[in-house]
């Protein structure tokens, strides 16, 4: 990817919950079968389950006069997600880094801290929930800069395989991110 290429989209600093695995080349074959699949991954399952979650919350809200068989019902169903999305977060644990941190990012890539030295071409997978409420965004990424800050390496990575929607999921949040800084500037210039 050229230097105009790269610069195509805004980057801005945010914060995500994110874990990355290095993976050899038969795990980065992989992982791109199943990006390419368009099947949801046990992350992105984790935060669909999330979503519906919350959407479940505020619906039950508007629920007042139900009858008890429904009201029971409905606690069985409930009880049925929390079984589900413990599995599905057993399955998503990823003992590299499961963390919320401060990354620089972009349409095209990411920048991030991390604990280990990675070098140039190095394959890794990301799984990153954006803040904002967006969905699970699941990325094939190769390392392209790592450089030692203090007691960790702040390792850009660009995307190599990730959806378009999810690429488009990351493109609204940094320019809802860029309007946020925008907004705040003007604020403190107004103080």
Do not use: W
């Not at 919950?17 to 992105?44: M, T």
């Not at 620089?104 to 803040?131: F, H, R, W, Y």
């Not at 409420?133 to 190769?142: D, E, S, V």
């Amino acid at each position: 990817m050229t230097e105009a290429e790269r610069r195509e989209f805004f980057r801005v600093n945010d914060d995500v919950r994110i874990s990355y695995r290095c993976l050899d080349d038969r795990g980065a074959e992989q992982l791109a079968r199943v990006i390419k699949s368009g099947l949801p991954s046990a992350f992105q399952l984790r935060s669909q389950l999330d979503a519906t979650d919350r959407e479940l919350a505020e619906a039950r809200k508007g629920l007042v006069e139900l009858p008890q068989a429904l009201v029971h019902y409905l606690d069985l169903m409930e009880q049925r997600l929390q079984q589900l999305a413990t599995i599905t977060q057993l399955l998503t644990d990823n003992p590299e880094t499961t963390a919320v941190c401060e990354v620089s990012l972009s349409g095209n890539g990411i920048a991030l801290p991390t604990d280990q030295q990675m070098v140039a071409g190095q394959a890794v997978e990301l799984c990153m929930q954006l803040s904002g409420g967006a969905g699970a965004i699941h990325a094939l990424a190769a390392v392209t800069s790592c450089r030692q800050q203090g007691q960790r390496y702040q390792t850009a990575m660009e995307f190599r395989l990730i959806d378009d929607e999810d690429r488009e999921t990351i493109v609204r949040r940094t320019m809802a991110r860029q309007a946020e800084q925008i907004r705040a500037a003007a604020n403190e210039d107004d103080l």
